[in-house]
């Protein structure tokens, strides 16, 4: 058990997770049942993660019910742990000078529903819209922003809020960053609203105009959105959205972004 759970979970990883972790609640009163430790529960669910299991269906070897895991995971999204273990991440990449911000890409990618998965009100599908940092000097690269929307949502929506959520990112020297010199996208983004919010921010806009340029131009630069669609299908819990709750199906994304960053922060 403890070679699979250190392979789930690294001790380097373990100590990031410390650092984002709520307190466990206490009994002032004393007794009830001993409390899972933390590490097997996140290893648990990067299991899930990663393999795309159903909660029903976790292994015994982590010697929880697969009720305890999922109340703790619901119990860390609503504390943003995830997404504050992704920015973490972030900064030990952009202290260590791996983020590369001379230019980004945006896209976006449909994830099917599984049925009964989603919430009624939303979507047959969700979207993910993501900012990558395309790195000159590494053929990996990581992504500054995620975020889900409803299917039915057009890419231009999508643009400003995404830019906006870039955290305050650590550099190798100097202030924190949030802002790319450059943004690529493709001609779902073309709007000329977009391109003035992108430069008001002190952001060039490198948007494929339509019936002007063709989008095969970004390939160079684009690419790099694709790969990291790729890396995101690694996590196997992200092919189908079973969550019914929108921020538990964010939360997923955002640990399958944790990991891609932590895979490139041990290279």
């Known amino acids: 058990m403890d070679a699979f759970l250190r392979r789930l979970v690294p001790d380097e990883l373990w ?5 984002v972790v709520p307190p466990a609640p206490t009994r ?3 007794g009830g049942r001993r409390r899972v430790d933390d590490r097997v529960i996140l290893a648990a669910i990067v299991y ?3 393999t795309g299991c159903a909660w029903r269906q976790l292994p015994p070897v982590f010697g929880a019910s697969w009720q305890t895991v999922h109340r703790r995971f619901g119990e860390w999204s609503a504390a943003r742990v995830w997404a504050k273990l992704y920015r973490i991440l972030l900064d030990e990449l952009g202290a260590r000078g791996e983020l590369d911000w001379s230019r980004c890409a945006i896209d976006s990618v449909s994830v099917r529903a599984a049925k009964g998965g989603a919430d009624r009100s939303e979507s047959c599908r969700s979207r993910q819209e993501r900012v990558e940092d395309p790195s000159h000097h590494r053929t990996d690269r990581s992504a500054l922003a995620v975020a889900i929307s409803a299917a039915n949502t057009h890419d231009s929506l999508a643009l400003e ?3 906006r959520s870039i955290p ?3 550099s190798r020297r ?4 949030r802002r790319p010199a450059k943004l690529h996208g493709d001609k779902g983004y073309d709007y000329p609203h977009l391109r003035a919010f992108l430069r008001g921010r002190g952001i060039t ?3 494929a105009r339509r019936g002007i340029e063709s989008s095969q131009r970004l390939g160079r630069h684009r690419w790099v959105v694709e790969r990291t669609v790729s890396w995101l299908a690694g996590c196997r819990r992200l092919h189908r959205r079973y969550e019914r709750r929108a921020d538990h199906f964010a939360s997923f994304v955002a640990i399958a972004a944790a990991l891609i960053c932590y895979r490139r922060l041990t290279k």
Do not use: H, M, S, Y
Not at 174 to 177: D, M, S, Y
């Open 15 to 19: 100590e990031l997770f410390l650092r």
């Open 28 to 30: 002032p009163q004393g």
């Open 48 to 50: 899930v993660a990663t």
């Open 161 to 163: 809020p995404l830019v």
């Open 168 to 170: 305050p990112i650590r």
């Open 174 to 177: 100097g202030p924190r960053r």
């Open 205 to 207: 806009p490198r948007i």
